[in-house]
């Protein structure tokens, strides 16, 4: 038996009764709705050309996000709200957010103006990620006609408001809100929606080959750029097990469905330079979607996430058929493209350790595109103090090998040594040791090896308070 896809649209019921798991909302809403506004662009999640809002229930309100709808799978909508651009003037007339931006020449050839006003609508109507700066709102959306300085005007003349309450909206998704897991199939194609901890172990005890999405951010890519085939998904991002954020004096636990838009304000409670490089992963449409577990359950060598984990010291669990396991998160990553995960076993969640409060930490991400863009290199660095001795270290590295990796001859380096600029230097040197980098569109091996030696010696201008010359800020930041 199928269970059909039913999520609302402008408060009507859509229902699906044959919905393709690997189908996308913007070809459902572009071929099968008539919804054209939304625009395919790069479909990829990188443009925000497609950007609509989604909304789910929060306790008895909803939540609405901006997301790319090139990458949610139609599952993924399942007991949801869903607002497009044509949603804004169902009355015929502009809204006064469209009505700014044609008066002020925002839109210029005007493909990516339904996403850019998508998102600044959720802006105005108290969605996720309301309270950033405006750039950082509107920095997932991409203008080849570099049109920001009236967009950004556009913005500013309608500021962010509260949550509006909506009960009708409340009432209509209660009443579609599954009070079970969900199970269909398309073709020879299967797909599972589990809502609940013990559903999903007992899905992947009978599927283990089966392949979990939460926000489709890296999955989604797989089959709109890679054409893959994907014969069996599990769709996690309704397990509440999953999706729980805990706060306490030891640290941050994280289920690994927590979406980084949600991670991010206790994040950087631990550290700043860890929020902001949270920040800086993806634009806030991918942040609304992709996860915490998911950025490290793909094994990415460049994913932003696990080299500041992995130097923070936080440990992974996994939940299989045998129950639970607990590892240091450096050891789930063994080779490219091969992770310590078992038959059956699924990334349950990640805990952060807090660091002591005098900890010297850095944590920094490069790449050539500031905003939404892959890193070239991301290294983080956590040195204990005592008395002018470096008692402990740990560094870590994306982009440097096969694997986010620490980088152990230059710990050797530092631990016991005296936290000198000649220490430094000695530690910089080793990192040659430790990692031999691939050339690549990001950057060269010798670019990523002289790069990395430069975060370590910002490291060292950061904490003892030495200006930084013009030549290395050059070498830091290039």
């Given at each position: ?36 506004g ?38 993924m ?26 008066a ?6 005007g ?22 700066p405006?750039?950082d ?9 570099t049109?920001?300085g ?5 913005g ?15 009432a ?5 809100r599954p ?85 991010h304000?206790?994040?950087?409670r ?31 060598p460049?994913?932003?996430g696990?080299?500041?984990?992995i ?5 992974l ?7 639970q ?19 059956g ?5 990640v ?14 991400k ?33 982009g ?20 000198t ?14 990692y ?5 569109l ?7 090896l ?26 830091i930041?290039?």
């Amino acid at each position: 038996m199928t269970d059909p896809v039913r999520f609302l649209l402008d408060g009507a019921v859509i229902e699906i009764a044959d919905a393709d798991p690997t189908g996308t909302l913007l070809d459902h809403l572009r071929t099968r709705l008539g919804r054209t506004g939304t625009k395919e662009g790069c479909a990829e999640g990188d443009c925000g050309a497609c950007t609509v809002l989604v909304g789910e229930l929060a306790g008895d309100g909803v939540a609405w996000r901006a997301v790319n709808a090139c990458i949610q799978f139609l599952p993924m909508l399942h007991g949801r709200a869903l607002m497009t651009v044509e949603s804004l003037s169902r009355s015929g007339t502009p809204t006064p957010l469209q009505a700014t931006m044609a008066a002020n020449g925002a839109s210029q050839c005007g493909f990516c103006t339904p996403g850019f006003v998508m998102s600044l609508h959720g802006r105005g109507i108290g969605a996720v990620g309301r309270e950033l700066p405006l750039a950082d709102v509107i920095a997932g959306n991409l203008c080849r006609c570099t049109g920001y300085g009236p967009i950004l005007a556009a913005g500013e003349a309608h500021p962010p408001g509260p949550p509006r309450p909506d009960p009708a909206l409340v009432a209509a998704l209660r009443a579609i809100r599954p009070t079970r897991g969900l199970a269909g199939q398309f073709g020879e194609r299967l797909w599972f929606a589990p809502r609940a901890l013990s559903e999903l172990c007992d899905v992947m005890a009978a599927h283990p080959d089966a392949r979990l999405v939460a926000g489709a951010t890296d999955v989604g890519l797989w089959v709109t750029k890679g054409l893959r085939g994907i014969d069996k998904l599990v769709f996690v991002a309704d397990v509440p097990e999953l999706t729980r954020i805990a706060e306490s004096a030891e640290g941050v636990h994280l289920g690994a469905a927590a979406r980084y838009a949600d991670a991010h304000a206790p994040l950087a409670r631990l550290h700043p330079d860890l929020g902001e490089l949270v920040r800086r992963i993806g634009g806030l449409q991918v942040r609304n979607a992709g996860t915490v577990g998911g950025n490290i359950a793909n094994g990415s060598p460049i994913g932003d996430g696990p080299p500041a984990l992995i130097a923070l010291g936080a440990e992974l669990t996994l939940r299989g058929p045998e129950g639970q396991r607990t590892l240091p998160l450096e050891a789930y990553f063994l080779d490219y493209g091969k992770q310590d995960r078992r038959a059956g076993e699924f990334v349950e969640s990640v805990f952060v350790p807090r660091p002591a409060a005098d900890d010297v930490i850095h944590i920094a991400k490069l790449s050539k595109r500031f905003d939404s863009d892959i890193s070239a290199l991301c290294g983080a660095f956590r040195l204990t103090l005592r008395e002018g001795t470096i008692a402990a270290a740990r560094i870590a590295f994306g982009g440097m090998a096969a694997t986010p990796r620490r980088a152990p001859a230059c710990e050797a380096a530092l631990t016991g040594a005296p936290f000198t600029a000649e220490t430094i230097e000695r530690a910089a040197a080793a990192l040659a040791a430790d990692y031999a980098p691939l050339s690549d569109l990001r950057g060269s091996a010798a670019y990523r090896l002289d790069a990395a030696a430069n975060l370590l010696r910002r490291l060292w201008h950061r904490t003892a308070g030495t200006p930084v010359s013009v030549l290395d800020a050059e070498a830091i930041d290039g």
